[in-house]
């Protein structure tokens, strides 16, 4: 019918005109169904970047439900095997740790032990755990009378994290990770400290964390000074939901740029109300050195005199594997070049390079596998259709190509921005948990408890510690000698 149609209108119309509406509509329809394909990768792939629901089946206007098994008839097989010994290849139970504080309980026979000689022990250990709880630390300052009248002794309070406040440091340092590490909120953690006996506020609890956040934004400030004195950074952004008083019923799209030094394992989260380019540029505009981003416009203003930008190989890459199922030679060469930089990058990793052992690694054997790669990437450009999936990932490979190469030039950069990726992850689970910011001012709060509690999982540092000893000693702290207060 179809085709009766077309020979019909072609008798009255231009048929060239007519043959370009059905190449337009057969590459919609091309598109259509590599969107379809990767709709169905995010949900049943194997290595899929983004989680999509089961609701969203419904909505797909196809039947994809599995096909019934058939019909299995039942048969009884009988075979004989050695039975092997039970401890041949157990592996044994798993150590504690030395550490661990030990509670001896000794056992003795139930039997009349008298006059029997002790030939040894059995000692079995069994991991326990203690309940957190909570106790009241009273401070009893003794008053002394001076001689003749003349005045009154005693003994000086300690500093306070809240000055007149009733929480101590260690209980402080507990609500925050819990808040940002553990991605507990408030709420819930009001209910713990219910069961344990005590009721707080939602309020109190709240004034606590923003004057807590009050008395580390100087340490920040700190950070961010330093940060920025590294030669090299990583930036990615990510987005927070916020209230806003002026946004009633309605929640504001916040983000979260987040700045990462590889070399010194720094981490800074920057909270801006949009995606533009006020942010990074505000951020850096005094820094000096290399930038690497996965290609957002909004950095490309800072590629000038004092800042060096350069892209992320893993983007490039994700495009190719996106495109796979449009055309598919193409895209698995691009892939199979890709990851043979890959391979070189494990080497390097594996035997513990310096910067300078990965510089001459990196000349010696990713530099012509990049340029073959880009050769082939301008020989074949014109075998996709431009607005194609292979066509796009042909197009942001080419028009990034500098920048992807230039990694190779520096032992001490990376391959592709996946470690700043990695610090923001926290993000993402946080917001599966309290889902939104109380405010743009707790948006930025949040911002400096991350960067403080990223740059301690980067460092090793226990972050419950770090934060009850910070908070006990921050307030008479020298405000010149903050730096040495970072993890």
């Known amino acids: 019918m179809y085709l009766c149609f077309v020979i019909e209108t072609a008798e009255n119309h231009n048929v060239p005109a007519l043959l370009e509406i059905i190449k337009q509509q057969n590459f919609q329809i091309k598109k259509l169904q590599h969107q ?34 058939p019909k299995k008839e039942k048969e009884t097989i009988t075979y004989t095997r050695e039975k092997t010994s039970s401890s041949t290849n157990h592996k044994g139970r798993m150590p504690l740790p030395d550490h661990l504080e030990r509670v001896d309980i000794i ?70 990770i819990q808040k940002y590490v553990d991605h507990l909120p408030l709420y819930r953690q009001i209910e713990q400290f219910k069961r344990l006996g005590v009721e707080i506020p939602a309020s109190t609890m709240s004034d606590w964390v923003s004057l807590c956040c009050k008395l580390l934004g100087p340490l920040y400030e700190a950070l961010k000074k330093k940060i920025l004195q590294s030669g090299y950074l990583q930036a990615d952004e990510t987005t927070i939901k916020v209230l806003d008083k002026n946004k009633k019923g309605k929640t504001h799209l916040g983000f979260y740029w987040v700045y990462r030094d590889p070399v010194s394992g720094l981490v800074l989260f920057d909270y801006q109300k949009g995606r533009g380019r006020e942010g990074p540029t505000q951020m850096l505009k005094d820094f000096k050195g290399y930038l690497q981003s996965d290609g957002w416009p909004a950095y490309d203003i800072l590629d000038k005199d004092n800042i060096q930008l350069i892209h992320c190989m893993a983007h490039a890459r994700r495009y190719f594997e996106h495109a796979l199922n449009d055309h598919k030679e193409l895209c698995a060469y691009a892939i199979t070049e890709i990851k043979k930089l890959y391979a070189i990058e494990r080497i390097a990793r594996d035997e513990n390079m310096l910067h300078q052992q990965r510089y001459e690694l990196r000349q010696k054997e990713s530099v012509p596998v990049l340029e073959n790669l880009h050769r082939w990437l301008k020989q074949n450009v014109a075998v996709p259709t431009p ?15 500098e920048k992807l190469m230039l990694y190779a030039n520096d032992g001490k950069l990376e391959i592709d921005n996946n470690l700043v990726e990695n610090a923001i992850r926290p993000i993402a689970i946080g917001r599966k948990n309290y889902m939104f910011a109380g405010s743009h001012d707790a948006a930025q709060r949040s911002a400096m408890i991350y960067s403080l509690a990223g740059t301690c999982k980067l460092k090793g540092v226990e972050p419950l510690e770090y934060f009850t000893n910070l908070l006990q000693i921050l307030p008479d702290f020298k405000a010149n000698r903050l730096e040495e207060l970072l993890p």
């Open 107 to 176: 056992i003795n026979p139930t039997e009349d032990i008298t006059g029997l000689v002790k030939i040894g022990e059995e000692i079995t250990e069994q991991l326990e755990h203690k309940p957190g709880k909570l106790f009241v630390k009273r401070f009893i300052r003794t008053k002394y009378a001076k001689a003749n009248n003349s005045g009154i002794l005693i003994g000086q309070l300690p500093s306070s994290p809240i000055e007149k406040g009733i929480p101590g440091p260690a209980l402080l340092a507990l609500i925050l």
């Open 36 to 69: 379809l394909e990767q709709l169905l990768r995010n949900i049943y792939g194997t290595k899929s970047e983004r989680f999509v629901s089961d609701p969203l089946q419904a909505a797909l206007s196809f039947d994809i439900t599995p096909l019934a098994e």
């Open 387 to 401: 607005k194609s999936a292979t066509g796009t990932a042909f197009a942001y490979a080419l028009k990034r190509w």
